[in-house]
């Protein structure tokens, strides 16, 4: 999985891109939210024990994780986005549980726990990028027009050299050429010149006849 092994790393970038700068909005609408909601106890008491449930498995997630039962650790990603779907938790869990389906050869676990993030994600970095993860599955079963519908969607600056790449790889599967080296020449012009995912995608380029 190219999605997962050579860009990981530029997907994390452009998760912390997106923080950068729309974290002091987050921030304001945490407290505002914290405030309007702050006289109502019962409510305040129900989340704080829902976030407190959700920490334990998630912790449990883990614990399986650096056990090396990755199943179990998928089928405990699968319970906390079905019991807690509200928490930060389950947002964590369902791209842990996509990545451990995908080592343990769960292509259909993969997709459920993606296409949750897709629908319920509470902020659009993470909704972004579990459509780009969620894409690379879909070119890996032979589904190109789904996977372009994904990969054009609306999604935020950060992530338009990773969209731009892995649109032409899904073209470049389709036998559209010329289509593709213009998705990878805007993958390169979008990227960092210090970035190694750059020259990956400078050798895909160059296979298709090199860059502008």
């Given at each position: 999985?190219?999605?997962?092994?050579?860009?990981?790393?530029?997907?994390?970038?452009?998760?912390?891109?997106?923080?950068?700068?729309?974290?002091?909005?987050?921030?304001?609408?945490?407290?505002?939210?914290?405030?309007?909601?702050?006289?109502?106890?019962?409510?305040?008491?129900?989340?704080?024990?829902?976030?407190?449930?959700?920490?334990?498995?998630?912790?449990?997630?883990?614990?399986?994780?650096?056990?090396g039962?990755?199943?179990?650790?998928r089928?405990?990603?699968?319970?906390l986005t079905?019991?807690?779907?509200?928490?930060?938790?389950?947002?964590?869990?369902?791209?842990?549980?996509?990545?451990?389906?995908?080592?343990?050869?769960d292509?259909?676990?993969?997709?459920?726990?993606?296409?949750?993030?897709?629908?319920?994600?509470?902020?659009?970095?993470?909704?972004?990028l579990?459509?780009?993860?969620?894409?690379?599955?879909?070119?890996?079963?032979?589904?190109?027009?789904?996977?372009?519908?994904?990969?054009?969607?609306?999604?935020?600056?950060?992530?338009?050299?990773?969209?731009?790449?892995?649109?032409?790889?899904?073209?470049?599967?389709?036998?559209?050429?010329?289509?593709?080296?213009?998705?990878?020449?805007?993958?390169?012009?979008?990227?960092?010149?210090?970035?190694?995912?750059?020259?990956?995608?400078?050798?895909?380029?160059?296979?298709?006849?090199?860059?502008?």
């Amino acid at each position: 999985m190219a999605v997962y092994d050579l860009q990981e790393q530029e997907q994390i970038d452009a998760l912390k891109a997106w923080w950068k700068q729309y974290r002091k909005l987050i921030l304001l609408a945490v407290v505002a939210g914290a405030l309007a909601f702050g006289a109502i106890s019962g409510w305040i008491y129900h989340k704080n024990k829902q976030a407190l449930a959700a920490g334990e498995l998630y912790a449990q997630m883990e614990t399986a994780l650096n056990s090396g039962d990755k199943s179990r650790a998928r089928d405990i990603a699968a319970t906390l986005t079905a019991e807690y779907p509200r928490t930060g938790y389950a947002m964590l869990a369902a791209l842990v549980g996509a990545r451990v389906a995908v080592d343990i050869g769960d292509a259909a676990g993969a997709q459920a726990r993606l296409r949750w993030l897709t629908d319920n994600a509470a902020d659009d970095a993470t909704r972004d990028l579990a459509r780009l993860r969620l894409a690379a599955l879909l070119l890996d079963e032979k589904k190109y027009p789904d996977a372009l519908t994904l990969l054009e969607t609306p999604h935020g600056a950060a992530w338009d050299a990773l969209y731009a790449n892995l649109k032409g790889d899904v073209l470049v599967a389709q036998g559209r050429a010329d289509e593709a080296r213009a998705a990878y020449q805007s993958a390169f012009d979008k990227s960092s010149a210090q970035n190694a995912f750059r020259a990956l995608v400078r050798a895909k380029l160059d296979a298709l006849g090199g860059t502008k």
